[in-house]
């Protein structure tokens, strides 16, 4: 576990630094906020982001005993114990979270891995403060076809384990029609679904900013979807999808045909 958490920061440390510039300039998080992170793994994008806001302290929640030991030691080596701790938790229930309690939710990467995206969406609900914020950054399936391209050529030249988890992890993600989907059937309409070149964001605020979030060091290809788009799918479908569109079979929308 220690040696996954070596390797994740060593190759994705500017990836983890943009989430935390992403979180930070898309929902512009309050002086002091006090922030939960949802499936933190070895806690890196949640350690970033103390780092360039040092009001700021984190709960992480996170399924696995393994990456809460390993994201604990990891801020302790940072000399950020004192500000970020991390629970044994499912973000479906966190069930050792309070109502009403957090300024700002985050998770990166970890959506696709929720058993209930819904029960945890309805659980951040819960745990946040009145005028909370949510910043959720995931991988998209509906990608586009530069999008495609990307997994192409970046899974030959990357061969090897790590390029099939991505390319895995791609396959089991959301489409942003999905996402906005289960949000209207919550009734959270004031949960914004954007998507750029590889990626979904989910995020909530009252200071939205209409600016271009970057997030992979993409083109200008921002979309927002607004309330009341289509239902959710389940892991094999949604992979089967992204399998017939990634072998080249004639370009199927998963808009449609969720
Ligand atoms: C792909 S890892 C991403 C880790 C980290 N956010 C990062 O970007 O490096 C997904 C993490 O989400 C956690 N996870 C999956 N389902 C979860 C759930 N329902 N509640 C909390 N954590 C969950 C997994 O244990 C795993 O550590």
């Given at each position: 576990m220690r040696e996954y958490s070596e390797q994740m920061k060593k190759m994705l440390h500017k990836q983890y630094d943009a989430f935390a510039d992403n979180v930070i300039s898309k929902v512009s998080p309050q002086q002091n906020a006090r922030v939960l992170e949802i499936g933190p793994g070895p806690g890196w994008g949640g350690i970033s982001l103390l780092r360039k806001r040092p009001d700021l302290s984190l709960v992480g929640v996170e399924a696995s005993p393994d990456m809460v030991e390993v994201a604990t030691e990891n801020a302790r080596r940072e000399g950020l114990e004192s500000r970020a701790r991390f629970l044994v938790e499912a973000g479906e229930s966190m069930a050792s979270i309070p109502d009403g309690q957090y300024d700002l939710v985050i998770s990166r990467e970890s959506l696709h891995h929720w058993a209930d995206p819904k029960g945890v969406f309805k659980s951040i609900s819960r745990v946040l403060k009145r005028d909370g914020r949510v910043c959720i950054y995931d991988h998209r399936r509906d990608l586009g076809l530069l999008g495609r391209l990307v997994v192409a050529v970046l899974g030959t030249l990357r061969a090897g384990k790590m390029a099939g988890h991505w390319k895995r992890s791609i396959a089991a993600s959301y489409t942003s029609e999905e996402v906005r989907g289960m949000l209207d059937a919550l009734g959270f309409d004031d949960w914004t679904v954007e998507t750029d070149l590889m990626n979904l964001v989910v995020y909530r605020s009252y200071r939205a900013s209409p600016k271009q979030v970057d997030?992979?060091?993409?083109?200008?290809l921002t979309s927002t979807l607004s309330p009341k788009g289509r239902g959710n799918s389940s892991f094999s479908e949604r992979q089967a999808r992204y399998e017939r569109i990634s072998s080249g079979s004639p370009p199927v929308s998963d808009t449609r045909e969720v």
């Amino acid at each position: 576990m220690r040696e996954y958490s070596e390797q994740m920061k060593k190759m994705l440390h500017k990836q983890y630094d943009a989430f935390a510039d992403n979180v930070i300039s898309k929902v512009s998080p309050q002086q002091n906020a006090r922030v939960l992170e949802i499936g933190p793994g070895p806690g890196w994008g949640g350690i970033s982001l103390l780092r360039k806001r040092p009001d700021l302290s984190l709960v992480g929640v996170e399924a696995s005993p393994d990456m809460v030991e390993v994201a604990t030691e990891n801020a302790r080596r940072e000399g950020l114990e004192s500000r970020a701790r991390f629970l044994v938790e499912a973000g479906e229930s966190m069930a050792s979270i309070p109502d009403g309690q957090y300024d700002l939710v985050i998770s990166r990467e970890s959506l696709h891995h929720w058993a209930d995206p819904k029960g945890v969406f309805k659980s951040i609900s819960r745990v946040l403060k009145r005028d909370g914020r949510v910043c959720i950054y995931d991988h998209r399936r509906d990608l586009g076809l530069l999008g495609r391209l990307v997994v192409a050529v970046l899974g030959t030249l990357r061969a090897g384990k790590m390029a099939g988890h991505w390319k895995r992890s791609i396959a089991a993600s959301y489409t942003s029609e999905e996402v906005r989907g289960m949000l209207d059937a919550l009734g959270f309409d004031d949960w914004t679904v954007e998507t750029d070149l590889m990626n979904l964001v989910v995020y909530r605020s009252y200071r939205a900013s209409p600016k271009q979030v970057d997030i992979s060091c993409c083109l200008p290809l921002t979309s927002t979807l607004s309330p009341k788009g289509r239902g959710n799918s389940s892991f094999s479908e949604r992979q089967a999808r992204y399998e017939r569109i990634s072998s080249g079979s004639p370009p199927v929308s998963d808009t449609r045909e969720v």
